[in-house]
C-alpha cells in the first residue's frame, strides 16, 4: 500500500511539473501596437509622435547644380579668384546638397508650441589661388557657410560643408533661435530667381539668432518686435583709413577692419498685411557700430559708438492678370550705417574686378569698391555710409510646368566728406588715391543686376531651371594707376586702367523636394 501511495503521489507530482512548465511555455498576450497615426491639425505630412500628443513633420530636398563663371555657386564673377578672369578662375563650380528639416507642433493651453529646424549636407566643388611662389604653387579654397577657406595644405579639389540654416522655438507669440530676419521680405534674396546674390535688400537665408514677439490682428495684419544677432550677417566693416593703402584699395579694402565686441544685437521692428491680393510689409531695423582701438592697445584710444539704421518696404501683387500664378515681388531700402541691409551677406559689399583695356600702355583694367558701414581715422569719429537700393521680379506662369521670371536689382553707395578726403585728397588729407594716372576719383558706386530664369516642373516636387545673370560694377574712379595686386588673383605690378567691370553667370539646377 505504501508503494502504491507512493507512486501516485510521484506521478501527481511530475505531472504538476510538466503542467508548470507547459503553462510558462504558453504566448502571453502582446500589448496593442501603438501604430502612427494623422495628425490633421497642420496640413499635410504630419504624423504624431507614437505615445504623445506632437506631431512631427519630415522634409527637404536634393539639389544637383552647376554655376558657370563663378567659384562660388551663388556669387558672381567677384574677388580672388573668380574675378581675376585668368587661369586661377573657375569656369565651373558643382554642388550636390542634401536639406532636411523637422518641424514639431504641440497644442497647448497657451497656443501652439512649435519647433523648427533645417540643416544641409553640401559638397562643392573647390578652387584655387595664388600664393606668390615663384614656382606658381597655388592654395586650394572652397566655400563654407558663405565664406571662402584657403587651405594651402589640401591637395583635393573638393569640400564638404555642414551648415545649420534654422533652428527656432515659436511660443505663445515668441520666436527664439535661428530664424529668417523679421526685417526680411518673406521671400528673402529670391523675389523670382534662383541665384543668391541680389543686391537690393536684407536677405537671411541661412537665418539669424533673434528673440521676436510677433502681434497678430487677424486679417492677415501682423506686428513683430525683434532683438537679432548683428555679428553673423550685419557687420560691413568698421574701416580706419589710416591704414589705407592703393593695393588693398585695389583689392576692395579700404582700410583696416576694427569691429570691437558685440554691444547690442540689432533692433528690428516690422509690419506686414498678408491677404489674397498680396502683401505689403515695412521694417525698420537700428545697428550699433563699436569699434576696437584706433591702435594695437586700448591705450590708442577708441571713437564712440555710432548707431545706424535702415528702412525697407516691401510689396507682393498676386494673381494679376497676366495669367493665373502670376506675381510681381518688389521692395527698396535705405540704410545708414546699415550697410548690410542692402548689400547683404551673400552679395557682399566688396569688389574687385579684372578685365581688358584699350589705354595704351595699360596692362589690364580693374574696377574696385567697398561699401562698409562706417569709417574714421585714427583719433576721429565714426563717419557712416549711406546706401539705398532695390529689387525685384515678375513671374510667369506658361502653363502648369513651365514658368520665367524676370528680374533685377540695383544698389547705391556714398560716402560722407571725410572718406573722400582721406582717400582722394583734401580737407588736410593727401588722399590714398592721389597717385599719378588718377583723372577721377570718388569711392561712390553703383551695382546693377539683372537677370532672366526658366523653370520646368515635369512631375510633382522635381524642378529643372536655369537662371542667366548679369552684374555691373559701376565705379566712380577713372584714369590709370600702378597697382601691385594681391598674391592671390597672381597679376603682376603694373599699370592698370580704372574701368567699370561685368560680371556674366549661369545657374544650372535638378532639385527633388520630399
Known amino acids: 500500500m505504501k508503494l502504491v501511495k507512493s507512486l501516485l503521489l510521484g506521478s501527481a507530482a511530475g505531472l504538476i511539473a510538466v503542467g508548470g512548465a507547459q503553462a510558462a511555455d504558453l504566448p502571453v498576450k502582446a500589448k496593442a501596437v501603438e501604430y502612427v497615426k494623422i495628425c490633421s491639425l497642420y496640413g499635410a505630412g504630419f504624423y504624431y509622435i507614437p505615445g504623445t500628443d506632437t506631431c512631427i513633420k519630415l522634409g527637404g530636398y536634393l539639389r544637383a547644380e552647376v554655376g558657370l563663371n563663378t567659384n562660388s555657386i551663388y556669387g558672381i564673377q567677384n574677388g580672388a579668384p573668380a574675378g581675376a578672369h585668368n587661369r586661377l578662375s573657375n569656369y565651373y563650380t558643382m554642388r550636390a546638397r542634401e536639406d532636411l528639416n523637422i518641424d514639431t507642433r504641440t497644442a497647448t493651453e497657451y497656443g501652439v ?65 535661428k530664424a529668417v530676419s523679421q526685417f526680411d521680405a518673406p521671400w528673402t534674396n529670391y523675389p523670382g530667381n534662383n541665384i543668391d546674390s541680389l543686391v537690393g535688400g536684407s536677405g537671411t537665408v541661412t537665418g539669424v539668432n533673434q528673440f521676436t514677439y510677433t502681434a497678430d490682428f487677424g486679417q492677415g495684419i501682423t506686428a513683430s518686435f525683434s532683438a537679432e544677432d548683428a555679428t553673423a550677417y550685419y557687420q560691413a ?45 515695412a521694417s525698420v531695423a537700428a545697428h550699433d557700430n563699436h569699434v576696437a582701438y584706433y591702435g594695437a592697445t586700448e591705450t590708442t584710444g577708441h571713437p564712440d559708438d555710432k548707431w545706424g539704421w535702415a528702412v525697407q518696404l516691401a510689396l507682393s501683387i498676386k494673381n494679376i492678370p497676366t495669367g493665373a500664378g502670376d506675381t510681381i515681388n518688389i521692395q527698396g531700402v535705405y540704410t545708414d ?161 580704372l574701368k567699370d567691370q561685368d560680371s556674366f553667370t549661369l545657374l544650372l539646377r535638378a532639385q527633388r523636394n520630399w
Not at 594651402?152 to 545649420?164: E, H, K
Open 113 to 177: 508650441v512649435r519647433t523648427f529646424f533645417d540643416a544641409t549636407f553640401s559638397w562643392t566643388t573647390a578652387g584655387y589661388v595664388g600664393t606668390g611662389s615663384p614656382t606658381g604653387a597655388t592654395a586650394a579654397t572652397f566655400t563654407t557657410a558663405g565664406n571662402t577657406v584657403i587651405n594651402p595644405t589640401d591637395g583635393g579639389t573638393s569640400g564638404g560643408s555642414l551648415g545649420v540654416y534654422y533652428a527656432f522655438i515659436q511660443f505663445a507669440g515668441f520666436t527664439m533661435g
Open 337 to 497: 550705417g546699415a550697410t548690410r541691409y542692402n548689400f547683404q551677406n551673400l552679395a557682399g559689399s566688396s569688389y574687385s574686378m579684372y578685365g581688358g583695356t584699350g589705354v595704351l600702355g595699360a596692362y589690364q583694367s580693374i574696377g574696385f569698391a567697398n561699401a562698409p558701414d562706417t569709417v574714421f581715422v585714427t583719433g576721429g569719429a565714426q563717419e557712416s555710409v549711406k546706401t539705398w537700393g532695390f529689387r525685384g521680379a515678375y513671374t510667369h506662369n506658361w502653363d502648369p510646368y513651365w514658368n520665367t521670371a524676370i528680374y533685377g536689382a540695383y544698389a547705391s553707395a556714398q560716402f560722407g566728406s571725410l572718406a573722400k578726403n582721406a582717400i582722394c585728397g583734401g580737407g588736410g588729407f593727401v588722399g590714398v588715391m592721389a597717385v599719378a594716372g588718377v583723372t577721377s576719383c570718388n569711392p561712390d558706386f553703383n551695382i546693377g543686376q539683372v537677370g532672366v530664369i526658366t523653370r520646368w516642373t515635369p512631375v510633382k516636387n522635381l524642378t529643372f531651371s536655369a537662371d542667366f545673370n548679369w552684374t555691373r560694377l559701376d565705379q566712380k574712379y577713372a584714369g590709370t594707376a600702378l597697382i601691385t595686386p594681391a598674391a592671390t588673383v597672381a597679376k603682376p605690378t603694373a599699370v592698370y586702367e
Open 237 to 281: 566693416g568698421n574701416l580706419n583709413l589710416t591704414g589705407a593703402t592703393v593695393a588693398g584699395i585695389a583689392g576692395g579694402s579700404y582700410g583696416s577692419n576694427a569691429i570691437g565686441g558685440s554691444r547690442s544685437p540689432n533692433l528690428v521692428a516690422m509690419v506686414r498685411v498678408d491677404q489674397a491680393w498680396g502683401l505689403f510689409q
